[in-house]
């Protein structure tokens, strides 16, 4: 059974379930080393702490591995590629969907787990072809570095650590690497040639039959060439946890009922069906720098009719914020986390046109309608408009 796109060739196990090969055409090369989206379960019990502690003797206890119960194409079609696996484990089900978008670079797995088992530690690995004396993870606006050769005593204590949406693996060559992205599941464990998640545990203490139930989750596996700062790791990331939302808005203007926005499923942007006087696409909203990460765009505390934006730099590397958007919206001053403006010395209430984001640092700005972009509702509420 396999899956295949422009970016991507992948092979499932018909005997287990398990990926036999992700091929990468753009790098020309093998990711997978092993056998890839591998549940392993592994018995957990004994800490004082059941909710809190992992076992750290749980490697020594693995359970017998899940049983194939089917494999099936589901969806064949222009825009995904979708198969389906299902699986047991003791008393669970899991089920796969193994998931190719047209023009993706990434292959999703959409999870669902009937979870009913008791003191069991489920993750899910991926063996790689890589050799990466370091991992990365992203934390809270950034990342972090550790090594995936554990030395210190500190370092041989960090057997599982956390991350927010993603934590890399890059070869040591520099030439490539691969990111496990996630959309709620966040302790990872890393040796120099495996990703691996954390998926579920079954504790007892303090509430008898934590986590039993339905579970659903999705987890990726995206290759990217170079390091990690210079690929699309932290933007996919988002894309997975934060999809986009799509809204019909059939008076886009004042000049009448004019077609909805659809979404346009290989770009992930919104774009209108063509209208005269109107774009094919639009900017909404433009940083000008793919390391910037707009963290928040919401109105002011104090004054409902002014807009606040805040970003961060997420790979390290100096930035310079040029802001561009079609709904006529302009940079105003930098503020600070009170949302008061800061002055410049010589400044004065001039907004700058550009301003250099240095690595890892966190700025606020006001985000200033010009004339027309933003109207007032009857009831109040504020209006985003193209400006005329």
């Not at 790791?233 to 799509?246: A, H, I, S, W």
């Amino acid at each position: 059974m396999s899956l295949e796109n422009e970016h991507l060739a992948v092979v499932i196990n018909g005997q287990t379930g398990d990926l036999v090969s992700i091929f990468s055409k753009k790098l020309d090369r093998e990711l997978l080393s092993g056998p890839g989206n591998q549940l392993q379960a592994f018995r957990d019990q004994g800490q004082y702490w059941d909710a809190w502690n992992i076992d750290p003797d749980y490697a020594n206890h693995p359970l017998p591995p899940t049983q194939l119960v089917s494999i099936d194409a589901i969806e064949r079609g222009p825009i995904e590629w979708r198969t389906r696996v299902i699986r047991r484990l003791g008393a669970s089900r899991c089920q796969h969907d193994y998931v190719l978008h047209r023009h993706s670079d990434t292959l999703y797995i959409e999870t669902q787990i009937d979870w009913q088992e008791d003191h069991v530690l489920l993750k899910v690995a991926f063996p790689l072809t890589l050799d990466a004396s370091h991992a990365t993870y992203e934390a809270p606006c950034g990342s972090i570095t550790r090594t995936t050769n554990p030395q210190t005593e500190a370092e041989k204590a960090q057997w599982e650590v956390p991350a927010l949406r993603w934590a890399n693996l890059t070869d040591d060559s520099g030439e490539w690497g691969v990111s496990l992205l996630n959309d709620c599941k966040y302790g990872y464990d890393v040796q120099p040639s495996q990703l691996r998640l954390t998926l579920l545990r079954s504790s007892n203490w303090p509430e008898v039959g934590c986590d039993r139930g339905h579970q659903t989750m999705t987890y990726a596996l995206y290759a990217h060439r170079g390091t990690v700062s210079t690929s699309q790791t932290v933007k996919r990331g988002y894309e997975l946890q934060m999809p986009l939302l799509v809204h019909s808005i059939p008076k886009l203007s004042t000049r009448g009922n004019e077609p909805p926005f659809v979404r346009r499923p290989d770009t992930h942007t919104h774009t209108h069906t063509h209208t005269p006087g109107l774009p094919s696409q639009a900017t909404l909203l433009s940083l000008g720098a793919n390391s910037l990460v707009l963290s928040a765009f919401k109105q002011s505390e104090a004054d409902p009719g002014q807009w606040i934006g805040r970003c961060y730099e997420a790979t390290g590397q100096r930035s310079h914020l040029t802001l561009s958007s079609d709904l006529g919206l302009r940079l105003g001053l930098r503020v600070n986390g009170l949302e008061d403006a800061i002055l410049q010395s010589g400044a004065g209430l001039i907004a700058p046109a550009e301003v250099e984001i240095l690595p890892w640092q966190i700025q606020a700005f006001q985000i200033k309608p010009t004339f027309s972009s933003l109207v007032q509702t009857q009831q109040g509420r504020t209006t985003v408009r193209p400006a005329v």
